[in-house]
């Protein structure tokens, strides 16, 4: 199955939430994932954030539970100044399986980084 069809089935299950969007550079991402967490933690809001690099291109990406509409709004409106884009069906395993891992830790807010490459 492709990794669209796999993608729009996630988004298909009860009260599931997933967009991604990728970048041209860094810093564009990396303004938008700053937004996307700082209204996600204003809400108090049942999703992750994640800000990665895909082939060497920047991606940002939300998912978890739907937000309420008004907050749905807002990160349709962060996540537009990128171009919208479907993750490959190992990539969202992987990302899913992070989430999982932060929500049962039972801690409010989990925010890690990993090692920047020299490429990036």
């Not at 709004?73 to 962060?78: K, P, Q, Y």
């Not at 395993?93 to 020299?118: F, M, N, T």
Request: hydrophobic share 35%; glycine share 6%.
């Amino acid at each position: 199955m492709p990794s669209g069809e796999r993608e729009h089935r996630y988004e298909q299950e009860p009260n599931a939430y997933l967009k991604c969007a990728r970048f041209p550079d860094a810093e564009s991402a990396g303004a938008v994932y700053d937004a996307v967490q700082e209204a996600i933690f204003a809400s108090q809001s049942e999703l992750s954030c994640f800000r990665f690099q895909l082939n060497e291109v920047w991606h940002d990406a939300v998912l978890g539970q739907a937000p309420p509409s008004d907050l749905g709004h807002r990160l349709d409106t962060l996540l537009s100044s990128g171009e919208p884009t479907a993750l490959p069906a190992e990539v969202l395993r992987y990302l899913k399986a992070r989430r999982a891992e932060a929500v049962a830790s039972g801690l409010p807010w989990i925010e890690r980084h990993l090692p920047r490459s020299d490429k990036g």
